[in-house]
């Protein structure tokens, strides 16, 4: 697994604004800086540095057609976010049957 591109996919999707432009990007589809701008409470350049942030972890990509930018939601590296969540449960699984089995025997020798 890159820990590195998993770091910065957390990171990304961890602030709450990156998170409604990705929301945003899934359910309409790829759009202009200006028009993703427009549904938020914020500057034009407040929203390019979030974007910026979504960018770097591979979340979104950047389209240029003369003076207009397209952003369009990337979902393939929340893939990496998946297999770790993943890796975590099945950790958790493990933990709670040997948990289960334990309590089974202590019912079992009393």
């Given at each position: 697994m890159n820990e590195d591109a998993l770091s910065r996919i957390l990171k990304a999707a961890g602030?709450?604004?990156r998170r409604q432009i990705l929301t945003l990007l899934?359910?309409?589809?790829?759009?202009r800086v200006t028009s993703l701008a427009s549904h938020f409470?914020?500057?034009?350049?407040?929203?390019?540095?979030?974007?910026?942030?979504?960018?770097?972890?591979?979340?979104?990509?950047?389209?240029?057609s003369g003076r207009e930018h397209y952003i369009a939601a990337e979902l393939e590296p929340l893939r990496l976010?998946?297999?770790?969540?993943?890796?975590?449960?099945?950790i958790w699984e493990l933990r709670?049957?040997?948990?289960?089995?334990?309590?089974?025997?202590?019912?079992?020798?009393?």
């Open positions: 602030d709450t604004t899934v359910q309409e589809g790829s759009m409470d914020m500057s034009l350049n407040s929203v390019s540095k979030h974007i910026k942030v979504l960018e770097e972890a591979g979340l979104v990509t950047r389209q240029t976010t998946e297999d770790w969540f993943v890796q975590l449960k099945s709670l049957t040997a948990l289960e089995n334990i309590l089974l025997e202590d019912e079992e020798n009393e």
